[in-house]
């Protein structure tokens, strides 16, 4: 993750394609702070085995994502969607 200039409102630069990402953006984090932008974010199906996978070893991620999710689902969203939060 390459941090820019603050002062800008600019926060990283998508890992997958590189674009300049900005507080307000919608975006997907994963671990060690590497984020990428919504379209390159993976759906929350595909987090959701991520996440599922690193369970052993990353077991508080696992347990913050299945709350996460829980809600993306009680608020209507679907595991279709892109998994992202505002920056
Ligand atoms: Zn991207």
Known sequence: M???NDNEFVYAACEGCSK???FGDKVFH???GIMVC???APTWAEANQGFKRDAFENPDNWRDFKVRLRRHLANGGTLGDKCVVIL
Do not use: I, K, N, V
């Open 2 to 4: 390459s941090l820019a």
């Open 20 to 22: 300049t990402l900005r």
């Open 30 to 32: 994963y671990a060690e």
């Open 38 to 40: 919504e379209p390159c």
